[in-house]
């Protein structure tokens, strides 16, 4: 039988936590609200836009920007985004596992060579990569307020290294926001800009027939040089939306199923605490009523 002191301790300590993830959850629910209005801001904005570029490298060819260069991935960047905090469950176990899966079975040989490395948005990445072989960048200050200038100077040094061939291929490893209760883990490629279309050769003789006609100023191939590094910064914006928002709905279900758990525990303790306290009780009573019978005797 459990110590009633024991009992009591674990009982305080249990309610303490169940306080503490409750008021966790409410305050992830809260900032998950401002999070999710910012997502489904920018997916139609980010969507259109990708169809548009799609068009119009369609229209000039790949040659038209060093962006859309499809080249042999020499050299390999991995921009993994995760979290700053942990208490969200398996919200970053499972992208640095996607990584790992994905060096694994697509980028082997150039992980073997050392010509991989790895931009980690978010301090829980960077300590998952830190004391690996791979080159490491970090850059857990974009979750200090997150905005589209701080997104955009990253982004910009992403692709200032590609167009200088430091880089062959940037892959993008996200949570991508589906509700409070789903994050889908996420594998795109930023570099080389790949139109769409041309990735699903299906979908290309549908819409062959249907293409958008445009009247370009001044030029189709000055457009195309201009708006594809900015796409690609909005591309890159948008997933670190998607995942504050999948983080903050990762959280919150995990702090939920944390004060549900705590719960549990606290009805198992005040039952065993009764139980310990009754036999106390009982026992004292046998023990006066064997002293009792004693003196008569």
Request: proline share 3%; glycine share 6%; hydrophobic share 40%.
């Amino acid at each position: 039988m459990p110590n009633l002191k024991e009992v009591r301790n674990r009982i305080a300590s249990v309610n303490s936590t169940q306080q503490i993830t409750s008021a966790m959850k409410m305050v992830s629910a809260s900032k998950l609200k401002r999070a999710q209005d910012a997502v489904l801001q920018m997916r139609p904005f980010s969507a259109k836009l990708k169809e548009i570029l799609d068009n119009l490298i369609l229209s000039v060819g790949s040659e038209g920007s060093v962006y859309a260069t499809d080249r042999p991935a020499e050299k390999v960047m991995i921009i993994v985004i995760t979290s700053n905090r942990g208490l969200c469950g398996g919200f970053n176990a499972y992208i640095v596992k996607a990584v790992n899966n994905l060096i694994r079975e697509k980028y082997a040989e150039q992980a073997k060579k050392g010509n991989l490395s790895i931009l980690a948005v978010g301090k829980k990445g960077n300590d998952a990569f830190r004391k690996t072989q791979y080159q490491i960048e970090s850059h857990n200050e974009l979750w200090d307020g997150l905005t589209y200038t701080k997104a955009a100077t990253v982004a910009e040094d992403v692709l200032k290294k590609f167009a200088a061939g430091e880089v062959d291929r940037v892959e993008v490893v996200y949570n991508r926001f589906k509700n409070a209760a789903t994050q889908i883990v996420t594998t795109e490629q930023m570099l080389p800009f790949v139109p769409e279309v041309v990735a699903k050769p299906k979908q290309t003789e549908k819409t062959s027939g249907s293409k958008p006609d445009y009247i370009f100023e001044p030029s189709e191939e000055k457009i195309v040089e201009d708006i594809i590094p900015y796409a690609l910064k909005v591309r890159f914006y948008g997933s670190l939306l998607d995942s504050n928002a999948a983080e903050h709905g990762a959280r919150m279900t995990a702090m939920h199923k944390a004060t549900d758990n705590a719960k549990d525990l606290l009805k198992a303790l005040r039952l065993s605490y009764n139980k310990a306290r009754q036999a106390a009780i009982t026992k004292e009573i046998l023990e006066i009523v064997g002293g009792a019978e004693a003196i008569n005797n």
